[in-house]
């Protein structure tokens, strides 16, 4: 049954800073001792960051780059491969490497359409509706390839810091919805963090930015990124970073002007060629790869060669692509999705209630803002000229980490009031949606309305939660639903139903519902209508825990292994360079051990018996040594000339110097 409104009141609590303030510090005391990252979970690529004294600092990873490419490979073997050699082996592998995986999180697989047409690999529906993706068999939700990611981001964090990390501040587009939110927080339990503060990546920024500014500012921080865009707006004064509203397109990126040159590159080939490579994964893998590589290059040239030698072949023989793109015709390409960035700003200002002279800086933010037409677009839209004194590609990461800093307590001066990107709300008789929450509402907040029932005699309730901005709740995202029950009939219109949404600080919605009458009263915490169930994150994070011991023993097997070839070398140089010093039964020894570890390495054994042999083979090798050092010394005295004399000597130079005085 439908709920009718009987009082359009609303009360808002705790959105005033001081008490923003004391929320941030209790969960500073949650945190623990430990230090708290802060990760910038990018569609493209990801970075780690953590606070050293009072400044942030990006944690480089294995490879020793400041920041990830957000992929994973699935091998066939069944390991799995993260980062940079994920990227590298893509187009030999396009059909199981996952990326921008970002753009499906908190999803239904009927949203990810367009996806499903841009990324080369199988999306798929789960069985609650979600898209999950298939690689070599198996099936992954995107929260869990996310958590692979956040993994590897904690491991080289731990490696840095020489302790395990628990906490973390992961950043989230600032218009992602409840759902998506739900589903990062679900990635980072996966990941095994137990304490994970969600930030909003445009306010991440601003806490890079404005750490050291000085007086008050306002700032709008333009976020184009390689699968989101974001436009916060925000009011900064010594250290207090107060979030006044938010606009943004969570399918807007890097990836989408990726996709219009290879569109291009597709199209020019087989107008050239008559060939279409659209049906080659391989080929469609070179060719993403070459519209990436060209679109950045476009940033600092006005033109760039795109060369793809044996792209195909024919009866007629090999293929090749050859041809020059131009600044010019890049922007012809993506000039409308450029253009979509617009509309997003001005709503954003409107919601402000301001005018773009009433903004002292625009921070640009994300790798896309390195294109001169973007920056173009933001220097026409906000009549200035853009910021760019943070890294676009790191700012987010290092805002994170300074909100870490709050979190853990090592930093103190720094005060945070975000708002919640949209508005969320229920529906009520005929299907009408009706906000409680509206879109950039201070957080944490409280706010309450009462309704009745809208039936006579009717003593359960059904509480729809829908997030947007649309009249109709069937046009808006849901994101959960519950019932009230045990109401005392009654004619419609006189039960008295409370309803109080509650947004905490990562902009996470717990709803209730009480019957004023009864003291009847359902609370729940609203997770997704689909979205990863507590059951499936616990299997989830206990699958992560077993690869992870696999991933340490494949590590100690080939460590174990490297030892072994290592040894096995040294021993057969030895045996090559001092044969005229090796005794035969030395030789047999040394040769017999030798055989031993190369047939346990070559049958792939275990990590402990290869590392057992290697020992003995060591062991071995050592009593050579000694005895062809022992061998040596006895040449040597053997070789000494006994019929060698001591002799007087005199010293030239002074003779020298008595005839020069004659």
């Given at each position: 049954m439908a709920l009718r409104m009987t009082n359009m009141f609303g009360r808002l609590l705790r959105t005033n800073g001081g008490v923003a303030l004391q929320l941030t510090r209790a969960a500073s005391g949650k945190a623990g001792k430990g230090k708290t990252i802060g990760i910038d979970?990018?569609?493209?690529?990801?970075?780690?960051?953590?606070?050293?004294?009072?400044?942030?600092?990006?944690?480089?990873?294995?490879?020793?780059?400041?920041?990830?490419?957000?992929?994973?490979?699935?091998?066939?073997?069944?390991?799995?491969?993260?980062?940079?050699?994920?990227?590298?082996?893509?187009?030999?592998?396009?059909?199981?490497?996952?990326?921008?995986?970002?753009?499906?999180?908190?999803?239904?697989?009927?949203?990810?359409?367009?996806?499903?047409?841009?990324?080369?690999?199988?999306?798929?529906?789960?069985?609650?509706?979600?898209?999950?993706?298939?690689?070599?068999?198996?099936?992954?939700?995107?929260?869990?390839?996310?958590?692979?990611?956040?993994?590897?981001?904690?491991?080289?964090?731990?490696?840095?810091?020489?302790?395990?990390?628990?906490?973390?501040?992961?950043?989230?587009?600032?218009?992602?919805?409840?759902?998506?939110?739900?589903?990062?927080?679900?990635?980072?339990?996966?990941?095994?963090?137990?304490?994970?503060?969600?930030?909003?990546?445009?306010?991440?920024?601003?806490?890079?930015?404005?750490?050291?500014?000085?007086?008050?500012?306002?700032?709008?921080?333009?976020?184009?990124?390689?699968?989101?865009?974001?436009?916060?707006?925000?009011?900064?004064?010594?250290?207090?970073?107060?979030?006044?509203?938010?606009?943004?397109?969570?399918?807007?990126?890097?990836?989408?002007?990726?996709?219009?040159?290879?569109?291009?590159?597709?199209?020019?080939?087989?107008?050239?060629?008559?060939?279409?490579?659209?049906?080659?994964?391989?080929?469609?893998?070179?060719?993403?790869?070459?519209?990436?590589?060209?679109?950045?290059?476009?940033?600092?040239?006005?033109?760039?060669?795109?060369?793809?030698?044996?792209?195909?072949?024919?009866?007629?023989?090999?293929?090749?692509?050859?041809?020059?793109?131009?600044?010019?015709?890049?922007?012809?390409?993506?000039?409308?999705?450029?253009?979509?960035?617009?509309?997003?700003?001005?709503?954003?200002?409107?919601?402000?209630?301001?005018?773009?002279?009433?903004?002292?800086?625009?921070?640009?933010?994300?790798?896309?803002?390195?294109?001169?037409?973007?920056?173009?677009?933001v220097e026409a839209i906000f009549g200035k000229a853009a910021y760019k004194g943070v890294n676009p590609d790191e700012?987010?990461?290092?805002?994170?980490?300074?909100?870490?800093?709050?979190?853990?307590?090592?930093?103190?001066?720094?005060?945070?009031?975000?708002?919640?990107?949209?508005?969320?709300?229920?529906?009520?008789?005929?299907?009408?949606?009706?906000?409680?929450?509206?879109?950039?509402t201070a957080i944490p907040c409280k706010k309450a309305k009462t309704f009745s029932t809208a039936v006579d005699g009717q003593t359960e309730v059904n509480i729809s939660v829908f997030q947007g901005e649309r009249k109709l709740a069937i046009d808006n995202n849901l994101l959960g639903n519950f019932q009230l029950t045990g109401i005392n009939p009654a004619p419609a219109g006189q039960p008295k139903i409370d309803v109080e949404f509650e947004i905490n600080s990562d902009g996470i919605l717990t709803v209730s519902a009480r019957d004023q009458k009864t003291g009847q009263e359902q609370r729940i915490t609203v997770e997704a209508a689909s979205g990863l169930s507590q059951d499936q994150i616990e299997k989830m994070v206990e699958e992560a825990k077993t690869y992870a011991e696999e991933d340490a023993a494949r590590k100690a097997k080939a460590e174990a292994k490297n030892a072994a070839e290592s040894a096995i070398y040294n021993a057969e140089k030895t045996l090559n360079d001092q044969k005229e010093k090796v005794t035969e039964e030395l030789k047999e020894k040394l040769d017999g051990a030798i055989s031993k570890v190369r047939e346990a390495v070559d049958a792939d054994g275990e990590a402990k018996d290869i590392a057992k042999l290697t020992t003995e083979l060591q062991k071995e090798l050592a009593a050579t040594n000694e005895a062809i050092f022992k061998a040596g010394k006895e040449d040597t005295a053997d070789d000494v000339d006994e019929t060698v004399v001591d002799a007087d000597y005199r010293d030239v130079s002074e003779e020298k110097d008595e005839k020069k005085k004659e």
């Amino acid at each position: 049954m439908a709920l009718r409104m009987t009082n359009m009141f609303g009360r808002l609590l705790r959105t005033n800073g001081g008490v923003a303030l004391q929320l941030t510090r209790a969960a500073s005391g949650k945190a623990g001792k430990g230090k708290t990252i802060g990760i910038d979970l990018g569609t493209t690529n990801s970075c780690v960051a953590v606070m050293e004294g009072k400044t942030p600092r990006v944690i480089e990873n294995a490879e020793g780059a400041r920041t990830t490419p957000s992929v994973v490979a699935f091998q066939a073997d069944g390991s799995r491969l993260v980062g940079t050699p994920a990227k590298r082996g893509a187009i030999t592998n396009p059909e199981n490497t996952v990326y921008a995986t970002k753009r499906l999180i908190g999803k239904s697989f009927k949203e990810t359409h367009e996806d499903q047409e841009m990324l080369p690999y199988e999306i798929v529906e789960a069985p609650n509706g979600d898209a999950w993706i298939k690689a070599q068999g198996k099936e992954y939700s995107p929260s869990q390839i996310a958590s692979f990611i956040l993994a590897h981001l904690k491991d080289s964090a731990d490696s840095f810091l020489s302790q395990k990390t628990t906490s973390a501040v992961i950043t989230v587009p600032a218009y992602f919805n409840d759902s998506q939110r739900q589903a990062t927080k679900d990635a980072g339990e996966i990941a095994g963090f137990s304490n994970i503060r969600i930030l909003n990546e445009p306010t991440a920024a601003a806490l890079a930015y404005g750490m050291d500014q000085k007086g008050s500012q306002t700032i709008a921080v333009y976020d184009l990124g390689g699968g989101t865009f974001d436009i916060s707006i925000l009011e900064v004064s010594e250290g207090v970073f107060e979030v006044q509203a938010t606009n943004g397109d969570t399918a807007l990126g890097g990836e989408d002007m990726d996709a219009a040159i290879t569109n291009f590159l597709l199209e020019s080939f087989k107008k050239e060629k008559g060939i279409d490579l659209s049906t080659d994964s391989l080929a469609l893998q070179r060719l993403r790869e070459a519209a990436e590589k060209a679109k950045q290059e476009l940033s600092s040239t006005t033109q760039t060669q795109i060369n793809l030698p044996f792209i195909t072949a024919t009866a007629e023989g090999p293929q090749h692509l050859d041809l020059s793109l131009s600044r010019a015709k890049l922007e012809s390409l993506v000039g409308d999705l450029i253009a979509r960035t617009v509309a997003p700003c001005e709503a954003c200002l409107a919601d402000a209630s301001l005018k773009p002279d009433d903004i002292d800086q625009v921070v640009l933010v994300g790798g896309m803002t390195r294109m001169p037409k973007v920056v173009e677009t933001v220097e026409a839209i906000f009549g200035k000229a853009a910021y760019k004194g943070v890294n676009p590609d790191e700012a987010v990461a290092m805002g994170a980490a300074i909100q870490g800093g709050v979190l853990d307590g090592s930093t103190s001066d720094v005060l945070l009031i975000d708002v919640t990107p949209l508005s969320v709300g229920i529906e009520t008789l005929g299907g009408v949606f009706t906000p409680l929450v509206k879109r950039n509402t201070a957080i944490p907040c409280k706010k309450a309305k009462t309704f009745s029932t809208a039936v006579d005699g009717q003593t359960e309730v059904n509480i729809s939660v829908f997030q947007g901005e649309r009249k109709l709740a069937i046009d808006n995202n849901l994101l959960g639903n519950f019932q009230l029950t045990g109401i005392n009939p009654a004619p419609a219109g006189q039960p008295k139903i409370d309803v109080e949404f509650e947004i905490n600080s990562d902009g996470i919605l717990t709803v209730s519902a009480r019957d004023q009458k009864t003291g009847q009263e359902q609370r729940i915490t609203v997770e997704a209508a689909s979205g990863l169930s507590q059951d499936q994150i616990e299997k989830m994070v206990e699958e992560a825990k077993t690869y992870a011991e696999e991933d340490a023993a494949r590590k100690a097997k080939a460590e174990a292994k490297n030892a072994a070839e290592s040894a096995i070398y040294n021993a057969e140089k030895t045996l090559n360079d001092q044969k005229e010093k090796v005794t035969e039964e030395l030789k047999e020894k040394l040769d017999g051990a030798i055989s031993k570890v190369r047939e346990a390495v070559d049958a792939d054994g275990e990590a402990k018996d290869i590392a057992k042999l290697t020992t003995e083979l060591q062991k071995e090798l050592a009593a050579t040594n000694e005895a062809i050092f022992k061998a040596g010394k006895e040449d040597t005295a053997d070789d000494v000339d006994e019929t060698v004399v001591d002799a007087d000597y005199r010293d030239v130079s002074e003779e020298k110097d008595e005839k020069k005085k004659e």
